[in-house]
């Protein structure tokens, strides 16, 4: 469904002086419900891809078990935040779009990359017509021993990178995955790291949760695992004695 | 497809979400310069997005033919989009006429596509480089709405303000203490010269760093690309 609303030029032509023209009242201009950040790193061995279960409202935490990771192919995985109803209108896109390879039987799949490059333009068809699709998806896929990891936002903004994050996660969680990124990196491993970011992402961003997924595409294909909570350790120094602003340095 | 109800373009209600801001500074710098039978097309790889950097390693030019290359700055979902129109266009015209499309030409159809979007721009700063028919490097510098002129070295992008005036200087002696003459660069000189104010506005604008892309025409070899490492920070 479209809002369908006239134009200053149509208004113009049909105006009444007895009447007032109101605009309808607007549901959709800024997102709703809400998914955060959403981290990625490419392995040697495949990719990884994480994201909270969390699904906020404002800044209420509405759905606490939501899961933001999908599977797209067999060789190919989606992670999404920001509007998830519009996260929800990717994952129909994509299943249409998966459907109709299935329907001509011809053994042709999309690749991550052919995933990637549709979304971006997806996305960026949107902005164009001023009505966004309000999210910044990662997508991962392993295929023919090459690890895929891109990124796409609401602007249509896409780019390749070993190391990825959306939201908050560019912020405290980008810095933690470039410190860990090598070229070797082995699926296992880079499980481990995204762990840790979302440990601080916890700690730190208002709009996580403590409960994660994490998804990756290797030569066996994609699998994303059942949500689980992360250890998290309230006793540090700085937890427990934060410092005040009265204190000489906030450093 | 999706939005099927957009394909017209005269309807004219349409819905919005009217407190969205379409663009985006993804910073970038772009140089070109031409010299007696090459040129230069430099671009920054660093996507900034405010104090932020998403990615360090993004390609903001495009190789039109063995003799034309263009690089941009600005909104980089733009950057992408205008380099998809361009080249589909050029390969096109190469397919139909068999015969390469040359830098006027090259000029000519990217001002055309940019004022094309007039009232809704591709936020992006374009320099065009290549040789022309007689083997003469040249340069082409536009603005977001198409509007460019030929000259024989130009900067683009958020480092314009710091490296325009040092090229000027240098190249075309403009503003110097006393009148003197113009000299011709050697491709060494001018990788050198370009090499250097990418450095040095790498210091003082965050959105230029990382690495440059220098691509080099000349008539021998082509479109020869390097990247040139900057700093990170």
Known sequence: MQLRIPSAAVKAQYVDPTQVVVDPVRHTTSPLVTGGSVVGIRCCDG?????????????????????????VTDNCLLGGGGEISDFQEIQRLLENLITKDFCFNDEHTQSPRSVHQYLGRVLYAQRSRLNPLWNSLLVGGYTAGQSFLGMVDLYGTTFESEVLATGFGVLLGLPLLRKAYRPDLTVQEGIKVVEDVYRVLFYRDARSINRIQVATAT????????????????????????????????? | MYNKQHLDPHDDTSAQRPDFMPYQNNGGTVVAMGGEDYCIVAATTRLGLGFAIPTRNVCRYAILNDRVVLATAGMYADTVALHKVVTAR??????????????FSAAQLLSNTLYYRRFFPYYTFNVLGG??????????????????????????????????PILDNQVEKKQQYENKQIEKWSLQEALDLVKDVFTSAGE???YTGDAVDICTVTKQRGVVVETFPLKKD
């Open chain 2, 90 to 103: 050029v390969k096109v015209y190469q397919q139909q006429q068999e015969k390469p499309f040359g830098l």
């Open chain 1, 47 to 71: 990719v990884v891809i994480a994201a909270d279960t969390l699904a906020s409202y404002g800044s209420m935490a509405r759905f606490q078990n939501l899961s933001r990771l999908v599977k």
């Open chain 1, 219 to 251: 030569e066996a294909g994609v699998t994303i695992s059942e949500p689980y909570s992360l250890e998290t350790k309230w006793d540090f120094k700085g937890f427990v004695n934060p410092r005040s602003p009265y204190d000489e340095s906030t450093w």
């Open chain 2, 131 to 164: 040789l022309d028919q007689d083997g003469q490097g040249f340069v082409y510098g536009f603005d977001a709405i198409g509007s460019g002129e030929k000259v024989k070295v130009v900067c683009n992008g958020t480092a314009q303000a710091l490296i325009q």
């Open chain 2, 204 to 206: 003082r604008d965050i």
